[in-house]
């Protein structure tokens, strides 16, 4: 089992354990209410709710993206009210696919916080196993969240600039154009033959594409340290690495499965194609590299 996921049946076993928070992460993309809806209906018991947009993003701007990273302060404070604090062990959970509970994996992680998890299979592999739900809501008691950032862990524009410019410039044997660029998107939205949800079609030039679904089997499970490597061979474990999706969701993932793979040096953009995108000048890939 992977050190960052955690089976249903030993978070059933943890239950109201002391210092255990459940976080519930579902969102659907486009439909903003629906996350907390189902929520409401049904839960893991004792969960509290994290929203997507309203707790794990900040408001949306004219650069940052589509959920543009929280502040720090203004993640503390989402955190600390859902009772999360500097003693707390996190279990996240979202629907399935795994990608709004990475989100909160890794903003955890980039907030110095590593005891976190993510609930393997997700509240519809809970609900398979036959583990109890409730729409009971519970009474939460606030914590105080101190964040000590990870920056290391994170890619700006100007850095995959850098990193662009040295592969279109063939500038072999430097650092930047040695960097893995992975794209976490589906091949469709890869390649620019559609785009449902930005507003400009393709990938950033130089990216290689490995969709982060590809690393759950079909009932949501989270595939095997093995299996995660072999999705990212030929790229080197010790070099640094970039990932990127749509709006910094969907990619947590892939972070996760390269951390998972051995990889050491992995950074997050967390802006991605939609921050990508915001700039007239940034160039645009279409097709296969």
């Known amino acids: 089992m992977s050190k960052y996921v955690i089976a249903a049946e030993e978070l059933a076993a943890r239950l109201g354990e002391p210092g255990l928070v459940v ?3 579902r969102f659907v993309l486009g439909q903003p209410d629906a996350g907390r809806a189902a929520y409401e209906e049904a839960h893991i018991p004792g969960a509290v709710y994290l929203d997507l947009e309203r707790d794990l993003s900040a408001p949306v701007g004219e650069h940052g993206g589509r959920h543009p990273l929280p502040a720090l302060d203004a993640l503390a404070a989402a955190l600390g009210r859902a009772g999360i604090g500097a003693g ?3 279990v996240a959970y979202d629907d399935q696919g795994g990608a709004m509970a990475s989100r909160l994996w890794w903003l955890l992680r980039y907030a110095g916080h590593d005891a976190v998890r993510v609930l393997d299979g997700g509240f519809a592999g809970w609900q398979r196993a036959g583990h109890a739900v409730t729409a009971e809501t519970p009474g939460v008691a606030p ?5 000590s950032p990870r920056l290391e862990l ?3 524009v100007d ?3 850098e990193v662009v410019a040295a592969k279109a410039a063939g500038a072999v044997g430097s650092k930047a154009e040695a960097v893995a660029l992975i794209d976490s998107r589906e091949g469709a939205r890869y390649r620019g033959e559609v785009e449902p949800i930005d507003r400009k079609a393709g990938h950033i030039p130089g990216a290689i594409n490995r969709p982060f679904g590809e690393g759950r089997d079909a009932d949501g499970k989270w595939k095997s340290a093995a299996a995660q490597r072999e999705r990212f061979a030929g790229l080197s474990q010790d070099g640094e690495v970039i990932v990127y999706c749509g709006s910094g969701v ?3 993932p892939n972070v996760m499965a390269l951390l998972e793979a051995g990889f050491t040096d ?3 953009y967390a802006g991605s194609w939609s921050d990508w995108i915001s700039y007239g000048e940034s160039p645009i890939a279409t097709g296969e590299e």
């Open 23 to 25: 976080a519930d992460c």
């Open 88 to 90: 707390t062990t996190v």
């Open 154 to 156: 994170l890619a700006d």
């Open 266 to 268: 992995v950074k997050l």
């Open 159 to 161: 850095r995959v600039r």
């Open 143 to 147: 914590a105080t969240f101190l964040p």
């Open 250 to 252: 969907t990619a947590t």
